[in-house]
T-cell receptor, first 109, second 115 residues
Framework: KQEVTQIPAALSVPEGENLVLNCSFT??????LQWFRQDPGKGLTSLLLIQSSQREQTSGRLNASLDKSSGRSTLYIAASQPGDSATYLC????????FGAGTRLTVKP | GAVVSQHPSRVICKSGTSVKIECRSL??????MFWYRQFPKQSLMLMATSNEGSKATYEQGVEKDKFLINHASLTLSTLTVTSAHPEDSSFYIC???????????FGQGTRLTVV
């Protein structure tokens, strides 16, 4: 069974900092990997989707990389803002789709 | 992007009653549907995977007789929580995609409170 791990569990940074969130998975035979954002009490917002054949995807201040062979993905957030405060989840798709425990990000003004 | 509509968004029910949650894909054929449960301050835990026209595959520890999943069409899947108890109170969310390697789209989630 695929195991997905996210490090760190929580992160607090001052506004303007660049930061990296990490996701690792045990089974490298994936179809794709998605990064999501979840605000408290809310559903999921899809941020980036990386197919297994891709190495990275970018959207605005977000950049996600994928190293399938080592079972790792990173989400890079540039010039963080207080509005980026949320829980960030990665999910890995094989025949099913499994989530990591998330990283709770707080960006302080 | 594609839209998955989940209904209701919030439901309160009495202990012992059953609750049905619907998940509809509005503009694509949902070959595969995933159902998740999320307890406060925890991540999404996969409950079951269903393919259209087939019986759902439940994760270990999830009671299939309690959480009934029906995926009878390519646009609709339902999760029925039978004989609900307070410990079933949680955030339930569905996800679907048309093929195994395409993006999965998520419903808005259903917050179930059993009193």
């Amino acid at each position: 069974k695929q195991e997905v791990t996210q490090i760190p569990a929580a992160l607090s940074v001052p506004e303007g900092e660049n930061l990296v969130l990490n996701c690792s998975f045990t089974d490298s035979a994936i179809y794709n990997l998605q990064w999501f954002r979840q605000d408290p009490g809310k559903g999921l917002t899809s941020l980036l989707l990386i197919q297994s054949s891709q190495r990275e995807q970018t959207s605005g201040r977000l950049n996600a990389s994928l190293d399938k062979s080592s079972g790792r993905s990173t989400l890079y957030i540039a010039a963080s803002q207080p509005g980026d405060s949320a829980t960030y989840l990665c999910a890995v798709r094989v025949s099913d789709m499994r989530f990591g425990a998330g990283t709770r990000l707080t960006v302080k003004p | 992007g594609a839209v998955v509509s989940q209904h209701p968004s919030r439901v309160i029910c009495k202990s012992g009653t059953s609750v049905k949650i619907e998940c509809r894909s509005l503009d694509f054929q949902a070959t595969t549907m995933f159902w998740y449960r999320q307890f406060p301050k925890q991540s999404l835990m996969l409950m079951a995977t269903s393919n259209e026209g087939s019986k759902a595959t439940y994760e270990q520890g999830v009671e299939k007789d309690k959480f009934l999943i029906n995926h009878a069409s390519l646009t609709l899947s339902t999760l029925t929580v039978t004989s609900a108890h307070p410990e079933d109170s949680s955030f339930y969310i569905c996800s679907s995609s048309d093929t195994a390697d395409t993006e999965a789209f998520f419903g808005q989630g259903t917050r179930l409170t059993v009193v």
